[in-house]
């Protein structure tokens, strides 16, 4: 039998176990031997992935759900046998509010893929100024942008169609809030691809909406079964358990708290592709391939030592960081105070808050009985020193926002803050250009790939299906037939 191919896959959060899960499904596909290594330099797996439960209290500190329209994400609990555990929002509720000029108000119905199709939601909701409604009409009329006419930011993209109230007040805090980026920054291309193609193929963004859903109907009659975002019953921190789990009991070598020095190339590599990844601790270890799962400005780092011109353009893709804070309350204390899900907050409205969850009206089992679990967003791109602040200082600012949107006075039962410094990658114009130079110039390194939220999408179901994108190359190149 041949010896196993060995692998090692930098970086053990959602894009490196979910790597390793493909890579192992291949082998075994193929019935080759493999030896895999993931290496996580913190002393949990998971990355932004963070779960935590506390007196009943099950509190994510990143990522809460994730979208069930991208199926990677669902299909992979499926396989770890996590079906069951999957849960969908409250279906009561379910509104979301948005403040507005010192007031919330409620996001108008009729928003179909985040495009506002109905007018009389829309003026009940008060969020957009009539002329602002009118304006808005006018996207049936504007002609097409040729596509000849280069890249556009989210805001200009926006704007042009929609009008600037209507961006600035509905769409702005919906957009930008996934990247916790700036919209006058952001790729519209690189972020919401859909967007340009609806405008590309029905030369309005209200008509292609309208389109959209009367194909969506035509195809599923009857409401699907998941509501848009899931999660699963012990929080998403679960997920990564499971993988961690699946992976160690077929002979991954999962180590957590070794961090990778650097990675380091044979001198001819084509002829001997076997490269040395060097742990802090000194310890190196060899493999015919390495996938780099980790931050853009990590891998950088890492592969610098043989590709600087590459290191370069990874570390052009910049970050944002954020924070959560979790407060529970008892229910005595906010009670009528918390409506629908919870509320986005648009940047015009210059505060630190960025959206507010109430968790455990959103999802069940959230919070023990009596309690109420809600999930603060901040910081993000341009607000970066809110993380100078200490945790007791962003934790009144957050209670004063709070108090002031909200009406919440209490004092909360249980607070976990949790800071994510450089951690949303800002696909800024220029973004589709950068990945695929990056990926053109690893391409001369047999063997030597980077996967992970930096490129394709920063979702878990985005991370997910590109490192099953990633694996079906490196498969490819590990167990060609020649081999
Ligand atoms: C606050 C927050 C909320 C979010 N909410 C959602 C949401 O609700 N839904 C959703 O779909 N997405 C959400 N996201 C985005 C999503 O969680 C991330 O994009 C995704 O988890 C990134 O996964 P990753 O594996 O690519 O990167 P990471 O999770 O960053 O993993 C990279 C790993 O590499 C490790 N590492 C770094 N350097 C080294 C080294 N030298 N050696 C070894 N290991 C190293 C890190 O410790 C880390 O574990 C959120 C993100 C944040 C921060």
């Given at each position: 039998m041949?010896?196993?191919?060995?692998v090692?896959?930098?970086?053990?959060g959602i894009?490196g176990l979910s790597?390793?899960?493909?890579?192992?499904?291949q082998?075994e596909i193929?019935e080759?031997?493999?030896?895999c290594?993931v290496v996580e330099g913190h002393?949990h797996?998971?990355?932004?992935?963070?779960?935590?439960?506390t007196?009943g209290?099950v509190?994510?500190?990143?990522?809460?759900s994730?979208?069930?329209?991208?199926?990677s994400a669902?299909?992979?609990?499926?396989?770890?046998?996590?079906?069951?555990q999957?849960i969908?929002?409250?279906r009561?509720?379910?509104q979301?509010f948005?403040y507005?000029?010192?007031?919330?108000?409620?996001?108008p119905?009729?928003l179909?893929?985040?495009?506002p199709?109905?007018?009389?939601p829309?003026?009940?909701s008060?969020v957009v100024?009539?002329?602002?409604?009118?304006?808005m009409g006018?996207?049936?009329?504007?002609p097409a942008r040729?596509?000849?006419e280069g890249?556009?930011?989210?805001?200009?993209?926006?704007?042009r169609?929609?009008?600037s109230?209507?961006f600035?007040?509905?769409?702005e805090?919906?957009?930008a809030?996934?990247?916790?980026?700036?919209?006058?920054?952001l790729?519209v291309a690189?972020t919401?691809?859909?967007?340009?193609e609806l405008?590309?193929?029905?030369?309005?963004?209200?008509k292609g909406?309208?389109a959209?859903?009367?194909?969506r109907?035509?195809?599923r009659?009857?409401a699907?079964?998941?509501?848009?975002?899931?999660?699963?019953q012990g929080?998403?921190?679960d997920?990564?358990?499971?993988?961690v789990?699946?992976l160690?009991a077929v002979g991954?070598?999962c180590r957590q708290?070794?961090?990778v020095r650097v990675?380091?190339?044979?001198l001819?590599v084509?002829?001997?592709?076997l490269?040395q990844?060097?742990?802090a601790?000194?310890?190196?270890l060899?493999a015919?391939?390495?996938v780099f799962a980790t931050?853009?400005?990590v891998?950088a780092?890492?592969l610098?030592?043989?590709?600087?011109?590459?290191?370069?353009?990874l570390?052009?893709?910049p970050?944002?960081?954020?924070?959560?804070?979790?407060?529970a309350f008892?229910?005595?204390d906010v009670h009528?105070?918390l409506?629908?899900?919870?509320?986005v907050?648009?940047?015009?409205?210059?505060r630190s808050?960025i959206?507010?969850t109430w968790?455990?009206r959103?999802?069940?089992?959230r919070?023990?009985a009596?309690?109420?679990?809600i999930r603060c967003?901040?910081?993000?791109r341009?607000?970066e020193?809110?993380?100078e602040r200490n945790?007791?200082?962003?934790?009144?600012q957050v209670r004063q926002?709070?108090?002031?949107m909200?009406?919440i006075?209490g004092r909360p039962?249980h607070?976990?803050?949790h800071r994510?410094?450089?951690?949303?990658?800002q696909?800024?114009?220029?973004?589709?250009?950068r990945?695929?130079?990056?990926r053109q110039?690893?391409?001369?390194?047999?063997?030597?790939?980077v996967t992970?939220?930096?490129?394709?999408?920063i979702g878990?179901p985005?991370?997910?299906r590109d490192?099953?994108?990633?694996v079906q190359?490196?498969s490819a190149?590990?167990?060609?037939p020649?081999?």
């Amino acid at each position: 039998m041949a010896a196993p191919k060995r692998v090692v896959i930098v970086g053990g959060g959602i894009s490196g176990l979910s790597a390793a899960f493909a890579l192992v499904e291949q082998s075994e596909i193929r019935e080759k031997p493999l030896h895999c290594t993931v290496v996580e330099g913190h002393t949990h797996f998971g990355g932004k992935i963070v779960t935590t439960h506390t007196n009943g209290l099950v509190v994510e500190g990143g990522p809460d759900s994730f979208l069930t329209s991208k199926t990677s994400a669902v299909d992979l609990c499926e396989k770890l046998g996590l079906s069951s555990q999957l849960i969908g929002t409250n279906r009561e509720n379910s509104q979301t509010f948005t403040y507005s000029k010192g007031r919330l108000c409620e996001f108008p119905q009729g928003l179909i893929s985040m495009v506002p199709t109905k007018l009389g939601p829309l003026f009940r909701s008060g969020v957009v100024s009539w002329p602002g409604i009118v304006r808005m009409g006018a996207d049936l009329v504007i002609p097409a942008r040729p596509e000849t006419e280069g890249e556009e930011t989210l805001a200009e993209f926006f704007s042009r169609r929609l009008g600037s109230e209507a961006f600035q007040r509905l769409l702005e805090p919906l957009v930008a809030g996934i990247y916790a980026g700036d919209a006058n920054e952001l790729s519209v291309a690189a972020t919401f691809p859909q967007f340009v193609e609806l405008e590309r193929q029905h030369g309005s963004l209200i008509k292609g909406a309208l389109a959209m859903q009367r194909a969506r109907g035509l195809k599923r009659p009857g409401a699907s079964a998941r509501t848009l975002f899931t999660t699963l019953q012990g929080g998403v921190g679960d997920l990564v358990a499971r993988l961690v789990e699946r992976l160690s009991a077929v002979g991954v070598d999962c180590r957590q708290g070794e961090n990778v020095r650097v990675v380091r190339l044979p001198l001819n590599v084509h002829r001997n592709p076997l490269y040395q990844v060097e742990l802090a601790s000194g310890e190196k270890l060899n493999a015919e391939a390495v996938v780099f799962a980790t931050p853009a400005y990590v891998s950088a780092g890492l592969l610098r030592s043989f590709d600087h011109e590459t290191a370069v353009v990874l570390d052009q893709i910049p970050y944002a960081s954020t924070i959560t804070i979790s407060m529970a309350f008892a229910e005595s204390d906010v009670h009528g105070q918390l409506r629908g899900f919870g509320f986005v907050v648009p940047r015009v409205e210059n505060r630190s808050l960025i959206a507010a969850t109430w968790s455990s009206r959103k999802w069940a089992g959230r919070a023990p009985a009596g309690q109420c679990l809600i999930r603060c967003y901040l910081g993000g791109r341009g607000r970066e020193q809110l993380l100078e602040r200490n945790d007791a200082e962003l934790t009144n600012q957050v209670r004063q926002e709070l108090k002031l949107m909200v009406g919440i006075h209490g004092r909360p039962l249980h607070v976990e803050v949790h800071r994510w410094p450089q951690a949303m990658p800002q696909y800024t114009c220029g973004h589709r250009e950068r990945v695929q130079r990056i990926r053109q110039r690893l391409a001369q390194y047999p063997g030597l790939y980077v996967t992970g939220a930096a490129y394709d999408g920063i979702g878990i179901p985005d991370c997910i299906r590109d490192a099953g994108n990633t694996v079906q190359k490196l498969s490819a190149y590990l167990w060609a037939p020649a081999s």
